[in-house]
């Protein structure tokens, strides 16, 4: 089910129009929440964080895209959590990116969080410094949002994108850690062992 504000209008496709002052609640499924909320017409930052919020915080999550002008409507009459938009809490604060705010106000301590992080900060802030692949990382969320439908569609096809940068920071990590045994193998011993190290190691 796919959710959409249009003139301050919810729309839940294919068909059905709500007014947004009613409740969604009976929309859902039992023990679904419809609780975060963020700027539409995204980009990394608001594909980002929707994809570390189910992988991470809330596999339930539910998310409603608006005008900014909408998101404090949307907080206090849904009780929906609001992300990466100005003045909330989980927005850009300190020079980080809202991607890295959530990771510190969930304490998550993952290691390769932390790395892919640097990349999103990149892509969102064009701090290209920090992490080169930001670039390119920008460059794909710019073109997706103006080939898919709607911000749903390119949310969802963008974990995609996002799950495999987590296992190229995490490659990145294991290649550090193993270096002097990587150093001994032929290309095709290392490819084995970090593709098992991969699907079997939490690096801590």
């Known amino acids: 089910m796919h959710l959409n504000v249009v003139n301050g209008v919810l729309v839940i496709k294919p068909s059905i129009r709500v007014n947004l002052n009613q409740s969604y609640n009976h ?3 039992k023990g679904e929440n419809l609780k975060w909320v963020t700027r539409e017409f995204v980009h990394v930052d608001r594909t ?3 994809w570390l919020i189910k992988k991470f915080i809330d596999p339930r999550a539910a998310f409603i895209f608006v005008p900014p002008e909408k998101i404090e409507e949307v907080v206090k009459m849904q009780g929906a959590t609001p992300f990466d938009a100005p003045r909330v809490k989980l927005g850009h604060r300190n020079e980080k990116c809202s991607f890295e705010t959530i990771i510190e106000e969930y304490n998550l301590k993952d290691p390769v969080l932390h790395e892919l992080a640097k990349i999103v900060h990149s892509g969102d802030t064009r701090d290209t410094a920090l992490a080169p692949e930001g ?3 920008s460059a794909i ?3 997706a949002r103006f080939n898919l439908e709607d911000d749903f569609e390119a949310v969802q096809k963008a974990a995609y994108v996002y799950d495999a940068l987590y296992s190229y920071c995490k490659l990145k ?3 550090e850690k193993y270096k002097s045994e990587l ?3 032929n290309q095709k011993q290392q490819n084995e062992f970090l593709k098992r190290k991969l699907h079997e190691e939490t690096i801590s």
Do not use: D, S, V, W
Request: with cysteine; charged share 20%.
């Open 183 to 185: 150093e001994k193998m």
């Open 141 to 143: 969320m710019t073109g």
């Open 48 to 50: 980002a964080c929707p």
């Open 135 to 137: 670039i390119g990382l």
């Open 27 to 29: 929309y859902f499924k």
């Open 173 to 175: 990590l294991l290649r």
